[in-house]
């Protein structure tokens, strides 16, 4: 029924143009998720083709995270100045040189700064992408569109995981996994050059006969649509808020919506994802698994990962974002439990060893149907025009930092706290979480962007 429903409404307001803008733009959520899940297995032989100990290693993962926090920094300069569609260019187009240089790196200091650059890159995308189609999508869709960057990013991190299996035994391993990333950017970068601005920047940069005729491309076909009615919502808008500022950012009536935001995007790593995305072959060696098997076995969590992200889309815009949100953070809380007992205790190694894939696999689930797609979905839609690509550069940003933090500490956690105490942390984070989503979340299905401005800004 869910899944009829969607296919409908997606039918009556979602033209083939609007199709294609997600499409292209989520090849941004691609590159993103392809770097979190690739360097899972090619870190197993890194280490030793480049002689990297710990502390390297954990730069070679976590650098790429560094990198992301200065790319969504320079992304909301990008986004306004040059346009969501140009920036993305540029994010494709970056891509492509630094996957080469990865492959082609001779010492850990190379491949650390590939590595960087792939991160500014991604970093970029990772923001632009939902900004992108969420000013250009109808709000009846808006949820199951933006989130299909989130799609994107989990596929990207299954064809990665699977991209790992396939050049396990290949001479060059670990450079084909980095190296064949250089594809999607290149397909993003060129992509883009055949879609619009949206219709939201074109208002905002005195375009608007330009940005009239892209929205009424935009609705075409839309039993649903009243462009004369959202087309002066983006006017009187545009027209309320002015030329954006980080004053504006951080003016008391958008203290609140800020903070949700950032809470968000703290919450969404300081629950250990990526810690599980990256290291997932690692834990399962710590289960007595040799690295060919652990490599196979995650296979399993990418595939989880993009079922339930698709069960998101489906989700989303007929149950609403709180619910699932709420619901995937109690879930992925008691699978952290599971993983932090599991470790604790010698007994369930010994004789119950699906335990450990099995909780990394209720995890993964969890979160693929409620962290995942609407932290990225909530903050494409929270904030008012003026400020939303400052506000959403600010949360990636936190975002990324926060990631930097989980995946850069990991194994030097794990050696001070052991595997289990790392887990039981995660697991207690989750429940401040959840009680901060069930008091300060707000539900945004079935709403224009402008319709929550007014309703979420308190003047």
Same mark, same amino acid.
């Given at each position: ?11 009556e307001?979602a033209?083939g143009?609007?199709?294609r803008i997600t ?8 590159l993103f998720?392809y770097?979190?899940?690739?360097? +899972?297995?090619?870190i197993?032989y890194?280490?030793d083709?480049?002689?990297a ?9 976590s650098v ?8 969504a920094?320079?992304s ?17 187009s970056?891509?492509f ?5 990865c492959?082609? !790196?001779?010492?850990?200091e190379?491949?650390?700064?590939c590595?960087f650059?792939?991160?500014? !890159?991604?970093?970029t995308?990772?923001?632009v992408?939902p900004l992108?189609? !969420? ?11 933006? +989130? ?11 064809i990665?995981?699977?991209?790992n299996?396939a050049?396990?035994n ?5 450079r084909?996994?980095?190296g064949v990333?250089?594809?999607p ?7 883009m050059?055949?879609?619009?601005n ?6 905002r940069?005195?375009?608007?006969d330009?940005?009239?005729?892209t929205l009424?491309?935009l ?12 087309y002066?919502g983006?006017?009187?808008?545009t ?5 954006? +500022? ?7 009536s958008?203290?609140?919506l800020?903070?949700i935001?950032?809470?968000l ?7 250990g ?7 997932a ?6 289960t007595?698994?040799?690295k ?5 076995q995650?296979?399993?969590?990418g ?6 992200t698709i069960?998101a889309?489906l ?26 007992v599991?470790f604790? +205790?010698g007994?369930m190694?010994d ?11 209720l995890?993964i ?5 409620g ?8 903050i ?7 400020i939303? !690509? ?7 940003m ?5 990631n ?21 942390v ?24 402008e ?9």
């Open positions: 029924m869910h899944v009829a429903g969607f296919i409908g409404e997606m039918r307001s033209n143009l609007m199709i499409i292209i733009a989520a090849i941004g959520g691609l998720g770097d979190t899940g690739v360097i +899972s297995g090619a197993l890194i280490k083709d480049l002689n100990n710990d502390a390297e290693q954990q730069w070679i993962v790429l995270l560094l990198g992301a926090v200065g790319g920094a320079l909301s300069y990008l986004a306004d100045r040059i346009s969501r569609k140009w920036t993305k260019v540029f994010s494709g970056l891509y040189l630094a996957a080469l240089g492959a082609f !790196s001779v010492n850990v190379m491949l650390i700064i590595r650059l792939l991160g500014l !890159s991604v970093g995308a990772s923001f992408s992108y189609i !969420s000013e250009s999508a109808p709000p009846r869709v808006r949820g199951g569109l933006v +989130s299909f960057n989130q799609l994107a990013i989990t596929s990207g991190i299954l990665a995981y699977l991209t299996v050049f396990q290949v001479a060059g391993d670990w084909w996994m980095l990333a250089a594809l950017g290149a397909a993003l970068a060129i992509g050059l055949t879609v619009p949206t219709p939201r920047w074109l208002q940069h005195g375009r608007p330009e940005s009239r005729a009424e491309k609705r075409e076909g839309d039993q649903h649509a009243n462009v004369d009615e959202e002066q983006m006017v009187d808008a027209e309320k808020e002015g030329r954006g +500022s980080w004053k504006k950012v951080f003016a008391k958008m203290r609140p800020v903070l935001g950032l809470a995007a703290f919450f969404q790593q300081f629950v994802v990526n810690t599980v995305i990256y290291y072959p690692t834990i399962l060696t710590d007595g698994l040799t060919s098997d652990s490599i196979a995650t296979v399993f969590v595939v989880t990962n993009v079922v339930f069960v889309i989700l989303l815009d007929r149950v609403g974002r709180r619910k699932l949100l709420l619901t995937g953070t109690a879930v992925l809380t008691v699978a952290l439990a599971v993983l932090g599991y604790w +205790s007994w190694q004789n119950l060893p699906w335990v450990a894939l099995g909780g990394l696999v995890y689930a969890a979160f693929a149907i962290l995942g797609p609407v932290f990225w979905l909530m494409s839609e929270i904030y008012p025009v003026g939303r !690509s400052r506000a959403m550069a600010l949360s990636t936190v975002n990324w930092a926060a930097f933090v989980v995946a850069g500490t990991f194994l030097t956690a794990t050696n001070l706290i052991t595997t289990q105490g790392v887990f039981f995660y697991a207690g984070l989750g429940i401040v979480a959840f009680l901060f989503f069930a008091f300060k979340v707000p539900e945004t299905k079935d709403k224009t962007l319709q929550l401005q007014r309703e979420l800004v308190k003047d």
